[in-house]
């Protein structure tokens, strides 16, 4: 697989680019494959009475697919690798209400829990959980 990028300044350039491309990957000119593609008339642009910036050159640049593949090895995201005695929601729960006895201690509660963006112990997954233990370990 190859990837192309490929910038130009209108779509005459465009269509130059892309027929270019089309010969020299296929080796044969597009017309002979597609006629119906000189049959479409492109219009062309009124010139501008106005003088112009010089057009700048289309630039074509070739990826290679170890570079295609490297973009997509950094872009899966990584699991976090747990200990093996990660604590159940159960445990957790139970151990939050036996540290949590008064009202200010559910506040802390309620403010540790939104430092790790959690919104109640249920929903919780393993590193969370780990993290809760921790903070009810702390406060015993």
Not at 14 to 43: F, R, S, W
């Amino acid at each position: 697989m190859i990837e192309l990028k490929i910038t130009v300044n209108d779509a005459a350039d465009l269509t130059k680019e892309l027929t270019a491309v089309y010969e020299k990957v296929v080796g044969e000119p597009m017309a002979k494959v597609y006629p119906e593609a000189n049959a479409v008339e492109h219009k062309k642009e009124p010139k501008a009475t106005k003088k112009t910036e010089p057009k700048a050159e289309p630039k074509v640049e070739e990826v290679s697919e170890e570079d295609v593949k490297a973009e997509v090895v950094k872009e899966e995201p990584k699991q976090e690798t747990l200990p093996v005695d990660v604590p159940s929601v159960e445990e957790v729960r139970a151990a939050v209400k036996e540290a949590c006895d008064t009202k200010e201690d559910k506040q802390e509660l309620k403010a540790f829990l939104e430092s790790i963006k959690l919104d109640k112990v249920s929903n919780a997954n393993g590193g969370q959980r780990l993290a809760i233990m921790d903070w009810v370990k702390s406060r015993a």
